[in-house]
């Protein structure tokens, strides 16, 4: 039981990794740019969570969107004013582009909440429940379930709607999808802008069970490139499922070889993604 | 016509400079007394160290790597884990780093130069942080608190000096023979080759370049030199812990010391620690604590501004206002 | 007459993307000394089977030899070693590079020290009438110029063969001459030569044979003159062109 218990909170956990990674794979897949700043993207979305719910009292269901909403707009403010002018220069601008900005945004949100760890009380959105043995907690099923939901959301509203092809069709090829008269500027700005998006919803879920730091995204980032790449870039089914997996991979290694070693098993596990499959598990040979 | 006849009274004048800039460096340190200022000078040296050996890799190969500190690291935990378990001084543990530095470069070039650009990044924050939890959680490396070099010196072999100025002179000593190297290879084939392959890497192939290997070529010596700055730091500083040794913000600093100077010109990580180590050492001691988070933001918008406005640094601005000046003369 | 094995023999070459067959079992021998003309309309495979060719992209089926030696899955390095060099349709120099030291690079292939590389380099670049801009970066030059240059870097690794993919395409007609002139001197030195081309008046005047490629394979093979009259070959091209005509 114990161990269902553990797949569980793995799987819920995975749900909202999934949810943020299917922002950074749309980003890549797209533009074949990397967000280093993912992670930190993340990280704003808790401190949005965190500010909101310590200074007006306010619950998800105001944070989440507001959070959704104020990463739309960073994503689309970063694409228009950084990325759409490094994206075709130098490897070494366009990495470092977004890594000077996962700085920025790290050790300005640590210099204004300084580094304690901080959360949201656990009972926020209700007791403890257990069913037929397992304990459900509120904050982690409702956090599950969302990012689930959102994350097979962004699937669907990628590929069975307008909007969706024509995002598809300037990933595909940015030539090709200029001479049937889309615009790649505003498809790429928009990508971003849902990109980030995710990683909006996705912090401000995850701040409801997650301690919140300010260089918190430091690991998250690692996990949505370890994501990323077992589900093959580009994809949010892939990046859906490669999330469960890690999810709920990072919870038995915490259960049997203890929570300081996770990460040696996540990047351990990236490691030997990116050199025995490079294109993702799931992705084609 | 007039390029041919200012050419050699060109190269001559810039060898006057060199010379001057040469001696400036070797007798400053002398002229200042105040023991900040040498401190200061000294990590200008260590910086610039670490960031030319990146500049092997990242600058001259293209090969942006952001976990150098992983060599780093092995430097400095070989130099005080010889001293903590063989009471060796510990320069004596530098060869044992730079050994485990290329191993270890060889077991992580082989396969991660393969990878194509951000795979490539991505693989070595992945590895520098794999190895930083390691080393967290074993404790018989010093876990999570470090490890600690003598508390006093023993002998000359500890390398242990109250004043900067010897380090300053050590390091300084590391960095001629890096650049001198670096400088013999930007005229070689293996600068000629490094600089095809980060141009464009199929075409270079299809000249005969034979690209993995001369990358990793590029990050044995990258990391040796690397591993031998850690192994340095240590014996300075008489201290290591995960952060300091093997945190992701040195691997960071390699990289933006080199951007900000020039990635892949002889003297832009030299140029670029002159800058930052100041501005980090000036915001420290102005701000205490709080001054690691501000000179953060600092570093990340100079790269943000680098990457944006002029991926080749200082030295892409230098050339660009040449160029403006030379049409403007006429 | 046939007493060597051919300079460079590909069998029936296949490349396909996804389920796409770029390349369908095409088949090319070159002997020492050809100029040989590939024509075809765009889409038909010739890049993808230079690629192939130059050990940039491994067939899914199908042997190459060059020089008697298989080279069907070796990498482009060993290809350049073997004395294959080419250029690429979308001009691919160092951009960060001046002209000369985009030349000495390929020059390095044969030459170990610097100053014989940088001597063979200036000989080349002369041979191509570089010398005026040998200094520029090379990333500053215009698509003409970087197609001379590809012409230039691929001669200093002293190739026996060399395959120009569509170094001519984009030119004035003042640059095609003299484009036709350069091929003619390279073809002097004794290196053979593979063309692909658009403009039906250079491989007329230059190539000895010419391939026709459609759909991923050879259509036509032959005299450049009997083969632009060859019913297949007009139907290939004018086939495509009115059904672009028709999308349009
Ligand atoms: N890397 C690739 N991935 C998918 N399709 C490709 C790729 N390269 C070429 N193709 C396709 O293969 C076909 C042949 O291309 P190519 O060899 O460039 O033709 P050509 O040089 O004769 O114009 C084209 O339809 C092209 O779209
Ligand atoms: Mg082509």
């Not at chain 1, 739309?72 to 990495?95: T, W």
């Not at chain 1, 689930?148 to 307008?162: N, P, S, V």
């Not at chain 2, 903590?84 to 991660?112: Q, R």
Request: glycine share 10%.
């Amino acid at each position: 039981m114990i161990l269902g218990q553990v797949v569980l909170n793995g799987f819920l956990v995975g749900a909202v990794y999934a949810l943020f990674s299917s922002g950074l794979t749309l980003i890549w897949g797209m533009m074949n740019v990397v967000n280093f700043a993912h992670g930190d993207f993340v990280m704003i979305a808790m401190y949005v969570a965190f500010v909101v719910f310590t200074a007006l009292h306010l619950g998800p269901a105001v944070f989440v969107p507001l959070a959704a909403v104020l990463l739309f707009l960073l994503g689309v403010l970063v694409y228009f004013s950084l990325v759409r002018h490094v994206m075709r220069g130098p490897m070494l601008a366009q990495i470092l582009g977004t890594f000077g900005l996962a700085l920025v945004l790290r050790y300005a949100t640590l210099w204004v909440f300084s580094a304690n760890f901080v959360s949201l009380p656990d009972n926020l959105l209700g007791p403890v429940v257990t069913v037929a043995g397992l304990r459900l907690e509120p904050s982690r099923v409702v956090a599950g379930l969302a990012a689930l939901t959102l994350t097979i959301g962004l699937h669907l509203l990628l590929t069975r709607t307008a909007l969706g092809s024509r995002l598809l069709a300037v990933a595909e090829d940015r030539n090709a999808a200029m001479l049937v008269g889309i615009r790649p500027d505003p498809m790429q700005a928009l990508a971003w802008g849902i990109g980030a998006a995710c990683t909006g919803v996705a912090g401000a879920l995850i701040a409801l069970f997650f301690y919140i730091s300010p260089t918190v995204g430091e690991s998250l980032a690692l996990i949505a490139f370890v994501v990323v790449c077992l589900g093959g870039f580009g994809s949010v089914p892939g990046a859906l499922v490669a999330g469960l997996l890690i999810g709920v991979i990072e919870s038995l290694s915490a259960f049997w070889i203890g929570p300081a070693n996770k990460d040696v098993v996540v990047f351990i596990l990236f490691l030997a993604v990116l050199w025995f499959r490079p294109q993702g598990l799931l992705g084609k040979a | 016509m007039s390029a041919s006849i200012t050419a050699p009274a060109r190269s001559a004048g810039r060898l006057v400079f060199a010379a001057f800039v040469l001696l400036a460096l070797l007798v400053w340190p002398l002229l200042v007394e105040n023991v900040f200022y040498q401190r200061v000078g000294a990590l200008v040296m260590l910086a610039a160290l670490s960031a030319s050996a990146w500049n092997l890799v990242g600058g001259y190969a293209g090969q942006i790597s952001i976990g150098h500190v992983l060599f780093f690291g092995c430097g400095a935990y070989a130099s005080l884990l010889g001293f903590t378990w063989f009471e060796w001084p510990p320069i004596m543990g530098a060869p044992f780093g730079i050994a485990l530095s290329l191993l270890l470069a060889v077991l992580v070039g082989l396969p991660t130069l393969r990878l194509k650009g951000h795979y490539f990044s991505m693989a070595t924050i992945a590895l520098a942080e794999l190895a930083r939890i390691i080393v967290v959680n074993s404790p018989s490396l010093g876990g999570g608190v470090g490890i600690s070099g003598p508390a006093i010196p023993r002998s000359m072999a500890d390398l242990s000096f109250i004043s900067p100025l010897p380090y300053y002179y050590i390091f300084g000593a590391v960095l001629a023979v890096l650049l001198l190297f670096t400088w013999w290879m930007g005229r070689a084939r293996m600068g000629f080759y490094l600089r095809a392959i980060r141009g464009q890497e199929r075409a270079a192939r299809s000249l005969g370049v034979p690209a993995q290997r001369y990358k990793l070529y590029a990050l044995l010596v990258s990391a040796g030199f690397t591993s031998l700055a850690g192994s340095l730091y240590a014996a300075m500083v008489g201290f290591v812990d995960p952060d300091s040794g093997l945190g992701i913000l040195l691997s960071v600093k390699m990289v933006i010391v080199s951007a900000l100077g020039g990635a892949g010109t002889l003297f832009g990580p030299l140029v670029g620690a002159a800058i930052l180590v100041p501005l980090e050492e000036f915001t420290n001691a102005a701000f205490g604590g709080d001054g690691t988070g501000i000179t953060y933001v600092v570093y990340g918008a100079i790269i943000m501004l680098i990457s944006r406005y002029a991926p080749g640094g200082l030295a892409e601005i230098l050339a660009r206002l040449k160029a403006w000046g030379a049409r403007h003369a006429r | 007459m046939r007493a060597d094995p051919p300079l460079l023999e590909a069998r029936d070459i296949s490349v396909a993307f996804g389920s796409f067959r770029a390349v369908d079992g095409a088949s090319l021998t070159i002997g020492k000394g050809e100029i040989i003309g590939l024509i075809g309309p765009n889409g038909a495979g010739k890049s993808t089977f230079f690629n192939c060719l130059a050990g940039d992209r491994q067939p899914a089926s199908g042997s190459i030899r060059l020089r008697g030696h298989d080279v069907t899955r070796a990498s482009p390095e060993d290809h350049a070693r073997l004395g294959l060099a080419r250029s690429w349709q979308v001009p691919a120099v160092f951009d960060d590079m001046s002209v000369r030291d985009n030349v000495v690079v390929g020059a390095f292939l044969r030459h170990k020290r610097a100053s014989d590389a940088a001597a063979v380099a200036d000989r080349v670049i002369a041979f191509t009438g570089l010398a005026p801009i040998a200094q520029s970066r090379s990333g500053s030059l215009g698509t003409p110029a970087r197609k001379r240059l590809e012409i230039a870097r691929a001669l200093a690794t002293e190739p026996e063969i060399l395959l120009l993919d569509e170094a001519l395409a984009g030119l004035t007609p003042t640059e095609v001459r003299a484009a036709i002139e350069l091929v003619r001197r390279i073809h002097a030195q004794g290196i053979t030569l593979v063309i692909v081309e658009h403009v039906m008046e250079v491989i007329l005047s230059l190539a000895d044979r010419a391939v026709v490629f459609n759909q991923g394979r050879v259509i036509a093979e032959g005299k450049p003159r009997d083969v632009v009259q060859d019913p297949g070959v007009i139907e290939a091209y004018l086939g495509r062109s009115l059904s672009r005509k028709a999308r349009a």
